[in-house]
């Protein structure tokens, strides 16, 4: 995997050093220094693997590697706070946990598997679309889906402004009063799958990513949380 350049602050909130707001503040003061020089602008662009963070005169030191893999119930937002007062995912971990960031979003209706690390080359490779890395998802629509509508479905569509194709979508079973199906994408764009069947006119009533390149939603029930081993890390992006 390649180093990416990101925004200083979001480098240490990625890193599990601190808050942006924590940050950006820092950077404001004038108390931050990256490789011994002060930087005054939150968005300057730093490779977190390789430059060396001073806060204060005291080194900062990044945590050691952690992913896990959470089964993100339902009716849970993928974000660190919510306005609106909702539960958020890291409300399902334990405090020493919730510094990680997850990888990509997953509505607050749908449900499976979801990443959680403070690896930013790995949350970069899998987030970047050149990858292609596959998200498998079990989906259910309301009403018959014919053949017709899938073959053109699978063509793909523009909705607002936006070029929508799945890179592999089955039919399991259909009746007049919903479908299920089994869609794969390769890129995470917001809300793809309800968009792609609302331009058929049938709402997406369940919708659970099962797996994630190699890995697969498998051994822990809804809420529930395991680490990544390192030999799956190592097969989800191939170095």
């Not at 009716?75 to 007062?85: A, F, I, K």
């Not at 009533?205 to 529930?224: M, T």
Request: charged content about 30%; some cysteine; glycine content about 8%.
């Amino acid at each position: 995997m390649k180093l990416g350049k990101v925004a200083l602050e979001r480098a240490l909130s990625k890193m599990g050093l601190a808050s942006r707001t924590q940050t950006r503040g820092w950077i404001l003061d004038g108390k931050l220094k990256v490789n011994g020089k002060i930087i005054k602008d939150p968005l300057y662009l730093v490779v977190p693997e390789k430059d060396k963070f001073v806060l204060d005169g005291q080194p900062l030191k990044k945590n050691s590697p952690q992913t896990i893999m959470l089964y993100k119930p339902k009716s849970v937002v993928t974000t660190r706070c919510d306005e609106r007062g909702r539960a958020t995912v890291f409300d399902l971990l334990p405090r020493e946990l919730r510094y990680l960031h997850a990888v990509g979003r997953l509505d607050m209706a749908t449900t499976g598997l979801l990443l959680l690390t403070n690896d930013t080359r790995l949350s970069a490779y899998l987030t970047d679309p050149a990858n292609a890395v596959m998200r498998v998802y079990v989906v259910v629509v309301k009403g018959n889906l014919t053949q017709e509508k899938l073959l053109n479905l699978a063509k793909g569509i523009w909705d607002e402004g936006e070029f929508l194709k799945p890179a592999r979508i089955m039919l399991r079973k259909a009746s007049n009063k919903e479908s299920h199906l089994i869609v794969e994408l390769t890129e995470g764009k917001n809300r793809e799958i309800r968009r792609l069947f609302k331009s058929l006119g049938h709402e997406v009533i369940q919708l659970k990513r099962v797996a994630l390149g190699c890995l697969k939603l498998e051994g822990i029930n809804p809420g529930q949380f395991r680490y990544l081993k390192p030999e799956e890390i190592k097969a989800l992006t191939g170095v």
